[in-house]
Each structure stands twice: as C-alpha cells, then as structure tokens.
C-alpha cells in the first residue's frame, strides 16, 4: 500500500476528453511509471454507434469501489477513471484508465486490473446502433469474466 492517499479522479460524463491532458496530471505527481488505456468505439462492421445507458450513483459508486481495490493492492500515487456514456460514434473514445507508481510494475498491473474489472462491474447497459437502423443490447462476454477471475484468483495475466 503506498505511503501517502492516491490522487483519484474519477468522472461519468457525456463529454469527451483529452487523454493527454490527464497524463499530464499523472505525471505530475512525480512517480516513476504512468500507465493508461484508452478505449475507443470499435467498428464492428455495420456499426455507426454505442449507446451507454446508467444509472449514475449506482455507476460512480461501483467504479469507486473497483478504483479503492486497486489503490489496496498496490502502492499507487494516483488513478484517473473517465467513462462515457450517451451516444458514441465509431472512433469515439469511451474509456481512460491511467494509473501513477513510483514504479512501472504497480502501474501497469493496476491499470490492467482497472481496465478487467470496468468491464465486468461497472453497470453500464451498451446498444449497438448499425447503419441499416438495427439495434440491439450488447451481452456480456465470457472472455471478460474470465480475465476478471484471473484477478479474483489472485494470479495475473501476461500484459
């Protein structure tokens, strides 16, 4: 556990936002390893957006909660959790995960821890918008649980 409280920020917004601009913060909290992911819509052929539905006291609490985990298990100086909701064009970004260490292990691992368990708990519901004006629920994928197992086990995944 790190020897002082992590700086966290943690945003559900609408709004988009400036990957760059939160390293930045990141790296100013002087630490030896930054690490981040950023998630962008994907064209799954056919696609034109993601809708992202919640309920917001229910989704900011759940990803605080999996944010407090993250900075239990390992000695961060800081976390930036941004998620999006609303309609998302493809290409759009949806998600920033960034996580600040003195050193690059405990950022790179917390940030895959963060990423793995966004995916599984955060109560977020998605639909798909195609082109020809379908739509439909996207489910949960197994290979998400599993990954979120390998942590709930206690052992990590290759990064």
Request: net charge negative; aromatic share 8%; with cysteine.
């Amino acid at each position: 556990m790190a020897d002082a409280t992590p700086s966290i920020s943690l945003r559900v917004t609408a709004e988009d936002f400036d990957p760059g601009r939160e390293l930045a913060r990141l790296e100013g909290l002087d630490g030896g390893g930054i690490a981040s992911f950023t998630g962008l819509v994907r064209d799954d052929g056919g696609l034109r957006a993601l809708r992202l539905e919640h309920y917001p006291a229910m989704t900011q609490a759940q990803i605080a909660a999996v944010v407090e985990e993250a900075c239990a298990r390992w000695p961060l100086l800081g976390v930036t959790v941004i998620h999006r909701f609303g309609e998302l064009p493809v290409c759009a970004r949806i998600v920033f995960v960034g996580t600040a260490s003195a050193h690059r292990v405990a950022a790179l691992e917390s940030c895959a821890f963060l990423i793995d368990w966004l995916k599984v708990s955060a109560p977020f519901w998605k639909q798909e918008i195609r082109h020809d004006g379908s739509a439909g629920w996207v489910e949960a994928k197994g290979a998400d649980d599993a990954r979120a197992a390998i942590w709930r086990q206690g052992r990590l995944d290759p990064i």
